[in-house]
């Protein structure tokens, strides 16, 4: 997880703060995580699968936001920005300001050195407590690799990983398809 810049702040100050700042912030109860400007790669990455997922779901209600919406876990004292977020249902939003959702059925985040373990460790805890939530996808920078939790109905979390660029994987919950060679289009895995 990224260095603790400031502790034990309320909700309420890290979103007042948050909503009037130029930068981004994560909280996990009390704590706020600046967030750490994006690499190319990673960049390329968020937009390629947005833009798969994008298309395929075209028609269909859902929603596929990138990079600039928080997620609110309910009834907790945890907000995260996702890399990629799909909603196929009626959006529920934290409060009127209608910037933080609180439903989503689909996570991605792109893992990064800084915030590998915390993606894996207490964010994806975290995110485990969605009701809403399906699917958690974690896809690696350094080489072409997602590893994809889908939640079962009887809510036990199932992990595949998918590696090479010749390598597909669906995500059940939105009936997509995502192809590695599109996701990892124009990543240099050498930088």
């Not at 750490?36 to 779901?57: M, Y």
Request: hydrophobic fraction near 35%; charge should be negative; proline fraction near 4%.
């Amino acid at each position: 997880m990224p260095t603790l810049t400031v502790t034990h702040v309320t909700p309420e100050e890290y979103l007042a703060a948050e909503r009037s700042s130029e930068t981004r912030s994560e909280y996990l109860d009390g704590g706020v995580y600046p967030m750490t400007g994006a690499s190319v790669n990673h960049s390329r990455i968020v937009l390629n699968i947005g833009a798969e997922l994008k298309l395929q779901l075209r028609g269909r209600g859902c929603d596929v936001l990138v990079i600039d919406l928080k997620v609110r876990i309910s009834d907790s004292r945890k907000f995260f920005y996702p890399d990629v977020t799909v909603i196929c249902e009626e959006l529920r939003y934290h409060d009127e300001r209608r910037d933080i959702i609180l439903n989503p059925n689909v996570v991605i985040e792109v893992l990064s050195p800084s915030t590998e373990a915390f993606d894996r460790g207490a964010k994806f805890q975290a995110y485990r407590t969605i009701e809403s939530l399906k699917e958690y996808l974690l896809v690696s920078q350094g080489t072409s690799l997602i590893e994809q939790y889908v939640r079962g109905n009887d809510g036990t979390w199932t992990l595949t990983a998918v590696a090479g660029l010749e390598s597909s994987l669906t995500l059940p919950s939105i009936e997509c398809t995502l192809n590695l060679g599109a996701v990892y289009d124009k990543v240099d895995f050498n930088s």
